[in-house]
């Protein structure tokens, strides 16, 4: 379908009901989809599965989720920053699949790909593997690993247009653009929404046959996680 | 004994002109401050960026620029960024030159824990699994004992494992090792510490030559 534009994110979340599988673009809270997220919280679906590489913190990103209680389970690399998160699953509320960021990233590109399994050194030997066949490929060990199955996309690009077509900003990127394309509905949210033709075409990230739904935010906090600044030469104290 | 500001130093000099490096979080991004200025070296960080520079200046930063410990950076002329699949397909593909990364434990086998305490703390591999199963050139940097004095190089890892016979060499508030099918092999000492004192501080297999050099920052 070429037709993707909609007015916002209540109209591009038309269909997400509880229960279903969600992918979630994002590093930490550089990049993530805070519309759809906040479109999320509005409609209170429960029980979602939720692949994103983090969980938020506790008070923005999937953090507004878990503090629902909207969240049967998580599949991340690293979830580290986010206190109620630890809480519910050390107490086992919260399922937590977690699984290598680079494995992350490939079940994500394998989906959009049409590819079903691969194969990864990562986590051989450990509890990851666990479960999971494994080969060897000219005297090494490697790890089969699925492609994702997720009902919707969620992502978060710099600039689109009607047609689609996403540009992400600086690592802003990460997880995005390997989502797209990988859920049976890819909604992309961007800060700047133009007509067809404003982009450069060999600038384009992604192509718009990997987005369905593209609409304009709105309100970005865009938080940042680790401020981390260094002193200006000759400035003083 | 060194402070983790000397660890850093000392593996700086690990860091070759021409390397492009992957700085885990803690310690290994410590190093970046370190690296002689008369070489050339591309830091890669695993959220997607190439030609990592240092922090910005007050006022300048960027959220839409952080690095894997979620920090605002800054890019250096050449740098790129990416998404996270074609990160970790310099990672598993082998085209990043040097890994360094932390860890809660060794083994003198090369094995690696540093992601996970069952019951207590689960904050995830993060990217150290796929770093660490495919990098050909893997320094750790870390204490040499934890918090409570116990020895953090081992005959067999106790917590669950990040990789399998891994770790090349590792570098310590005590001592610079690497690792060989005899165990760990005692390559230098920190200044003012004795082979005695890193001995009683390793669990695991300790190979000591006749002479063992202090090291030179």
């Given at each position: 379908m070429i037709h993707k534009e909609v007015a916002n994110a209540k109209e591009a979340l038309q269909g997400v009901a509880s229960g279903m599988t969600f992918m979630l673009g994002g590093f930490g809270l550089c990049g993530i989809p805070e519309n759809a997220i906040s479109e999320l919280v509005r409609l209170g679906v429960k029980d979602l599965t939720c692949i994103s590489n983090n969980a938020g913190v506790d008070d923005f990103g999937l953090g507004l989720l878990l503090q629902g209680r909207q969240v049967r389970k998580m599949v991340s690399s690293y979830v580290g920053e986010n206190d109620e998160f630890e809480r519910q699953m050390l107490s086992g509320e919260l399922e937590v699949e977690l699984t290598p960021q680079g494995t992350l990233a490939e079940k994500c590109r394998a989906a959009q790909a049409g590819i079903p399994a691969f194969y990864t050194p990562a986590g051989f030997g450990t509890e990851v593997a666990e479960g999971k066949e494994t080969r060897e490929f000219n005297g090494k060990m490697y790890v089969m690993e699925q492609a994702f199955r997720a009902d919707f996309s969620f992502v978060k690009a710099w600039k689109g247009d009607t047609a689609g077509n996403l540009i992400f900003k600086g690592t802003a990127r990460n997880f995005n653009p390997v989502m797209c394309g990988a859920a049976a509905i890819t909604v992309a949210e961007v800060e700047e929404l133009l007509p067809a033709g404003s982009l450069d075409p060999n600038q384009i990230h992604i192509p718009g046959i990997f987005v369905q739904r593209i609409f304009e935010g709105t309100g970005y906090e865009k938080r940042i996680e680790q401020r981390t600044v260094r002193k200006r030469p000759g400035s003083n104290g | 004994m060194l402070d983790k500001n000397g660890i850093a130093q000392r593996i700086a000099k690990e860091v070759k002109d021409g390397y492009y490096v992957n700085l885990g979080i803690g310690i290994p991004t410590l190093v970046a401050n370190f690296v002689r200025d008369d070489i050339q070296v591309e830091f890669q960080s695993e959220n997607g960026v190439l030609g990592m520079g240092p922090f910005p200046f007050e006022?300048?930063?960027?959220?839409d620029l952080i690095n894997a410990g979620k920090q605002t950076i800054t890019t250096l002329p050449g740098a790129s960024f990416f998404d996270s699949a074609l990160s970790f397909s310099m990672i598993r593909g082998q085209h990043v030159d040097l890994t360094i990364l932390g860890a809660m434990e060794v083994a003198d086998n090369g094995d690696i824990a540093n992601w996970k305490i069952p019951g207590k703390m689960v904050k995830g591999m993060g990217g150290a699994m796929d770093l660490v199963a495919s990098a050909e050139n893997i320094i750790v940097a870390m204490?040499?004992?934890?918090?409570?004095?116990?020895?953090?190089?081992?005959?067999?890892?106790?917590?669950?494992?990040?990789?399998?016979?891994?770790?090349?060499k590792v570098v310590t508030n005590l001592a610079v090792l690497e690792v060989t099918d005899d165990g760990f092999l005692l390559l230098e000492r920190a200044p003012g510490v004795s082979v005695d004192e890193i001995r009683k501080a390793t669990l695991g297999r300790l190979v000591v030559p006749d002479t063992v050099p202090e090291m030179q920052l």
């Amino acid at each position: 379908m070429i037709h993707k534009e909609v007015a916002n994110a209540k109209e591009a979340l038309q269909g997400v009901a509880s229960g279903m599988t969600f992918m979630l673009g994002g590093f930490g809270l550089c990049g993530i989809p805070e519309n759809a997220i906040s479109e999320l919280v509005r409609l209170g679906v429960k029980d979602l599965t939720c692949i994103s590489n983090n969980a938020g913190v506790d008070d923005f990103g999937l953090g507004l989720l878990l503090q629902g209680r909207q969240v049967r389970k998580m599949v991340s690399s690293y979830v580290g920053e986010n206190d109620e998160f630890e809480r519910q699953m050390l107490s086992g509320e919260l399922e937590v699949e977690l699984t290598p960021q680079g494995t992350l990233a490939e079940k994500c590109r394998a989906a959009q790909a049409g590819i079903p399994a691969f194969y990864t050194p990562a986590g051989f030997g450990t509890e990851v593997a666990e479960g999971k066949e494994t080969r060897e490929f000219n005297g090494k060990m490697y790890v089969m690993e699925q492609a994702f199955r997720a009902d919707f996309s969620f992502v978060k690009a710099w600039k689109g247009d009607t047609a689609g077509n996403l540009i992400f900003k600086g690592t802003a990127r990460n997880f995005n653009p390997v989502m797209c394309g990988a859920a049976a509905i890819t909604v992309a949210e961007v800060e700047e929404l133009l007509p067809a033709g404003s982009l450069d075409p060999n600038q384009i990230h992604i192509p718009g046959i990997f987005v369905q739904r593209i609409f304009e935010g709105t309100g970005y906090e865009k938080r940042i996680e680790q401020r981390t600044v260094r002193k200006r030469p000759g400035s003083n104290g | 004994m060194l402070d983790k500001n000397g660890i850093a130093q000392r593996i700086a000099k690990e860091v070759k002109d021409g390397y492009y490096v992957n700085l885990g979080i803690g310690i290994p991004t410590l190093v970046a401050n370190f690296v002689r200025d008369d070489i050339q070296v591309e830091f890669q960080s695993e959220n997607g960026v190439l030609g990592m520079g240092p922090f910005p200046f007050e006022g300048e930063e960027d959220a839409d620029l952080i690095n894997a410990g979620k920090q605002t950076i800054t890019t250096l002329p050449g740098a790129s960024f990416f998404d996270s699949a074609l990160s970790f397909s310099m990672i598993r593909g082998q085209h990043v030159d040097l890994t360094i990364l932390g860890a809660m434990e060794v083994a003198d086998n090369g094995d690696i824990a540093n992601w996970k305490i069952p019951g207590k703390m689960v904050k995830g591999m993060g990217g150290a699994m796929d770093l660490v199963a495919s990098a050909e050139n893997i320094i750790v940097a870390m204490m040499h004992t934890n918090k409570a004095g116990q020895s953090k190089l081992l005959k067999q890892c106790t917590l669950p494992l990040t990789g399998v016979g891994c770790v090349r060499k590792v570098v310590t508030n005590l001592a610079v090792l690497e690792v060989t099918d005899d165990g760990f092999l005692l390559l230098e000492r920190a200044p003012g510490v004795s082979v005695d004192e890193i001995r009683k501080a390793t669990l695991g297999r300790l190979v000591v030559p006749d002479t063992v050099p202090e090291m030179q920052l």
